[in-house]
């Protein structure tokens, strides 16, 4: 089964159902993630359309909307979850790419930092929780859908806590996050990325270690979960999920 889909403006588009979840169970179909929209492009409209998503999740920060709006058109016209939190001072992906050590063990180094950071940060949590709960109400039944810019780090993170919720074992949770690493297109992407860096920043890391920025890694999934105590403990500490939600979550994307 495919669960890449080639869009021509947005990156990174492709579903995480279908899995094998709790007792046996299948994730149902519905649920999908990406980068942003703001390229998005006539036939990209035209697919996403067709999917029947009610519910979108935004987890970039008011200042990335902004640049990059999503444009939803008003046939499709969802409702868009997000935070206005945590949109002060200069981005740290940015500061990295402008100050930081760019070898092959700071790009690592920053990764890891990065996945320390991202799910306790109160706008990331915010839109985890709202989103959580909207799967769980049904409120996104027909279909949901979770981006950031990239949608690596921030989106791969919420995915790897819904499958996880759903049963999905932490072999094919890890999988399905590093698919990132093949729905992608470095060749494409890198080269521009870097001659913006250098035109903004005077410095661009080599193609290797940009590979490593854009990219993503299983352990820097683990290295969250670590930080959040587990999902378990995150879902319900953390974003205070009870287990009523936590049973409609799984009574409503779950099927035999």
Known sequence: MTRITSLEGVHNFRHFHGYDGLDGARV????????????????????????????????????????????????????VLASDKGDTGEPPHLRFLR?????????????????????????????????????????AEAGFLVHCAAGKDRTGIFCA???????????????DYEMTNQA????????RIRERVLADYGQAMEPAMMRTFLGVDGDYLR???????????????????DEHERDALRARWLTG
């Open 28 to 79: 149902k179909d519905g649920l999908y993630r990406s980068g942003h929209f703001s390229r998005a492009s006539a036939p990209d409209w035209d697919h996403i359309g067709g999917l029947g998503i009610q519910v979108v999740a935004d987890l970039r920060k008011p200042r990335e909307r902004t640049n990059e709006p999503s444009n939803w058109p008003d046939p499709i016209a969802p409702r």
């Open 99 to 139: 100050t930081g050590v760019h070898t092959t063990e700071g790009v690592r180094d920053y990764m890891l930092s990065a996945y320390r950071r991202i799910p306790m940060e109160a706008g990331n949590m915010d839109v985890y929780r709202d989103a959580y709960r909207a799967l769980a109400t049904g409120d």
């Open 161 to 175: 806590i819904i499958l996880d919720e759903l049963g999905v074992d932490a072999d094919t949770v890890i999988a």
């Open 184 to 191: 992608v297109d470095f060749d494409a992407i890198i080269p």
């Open 223 to 241: 290295q969250a979960f670590e930080v959040m105590g587990g999902v378990d403990h995150y879902v319900r500490d953390h974003l205070g999920i």
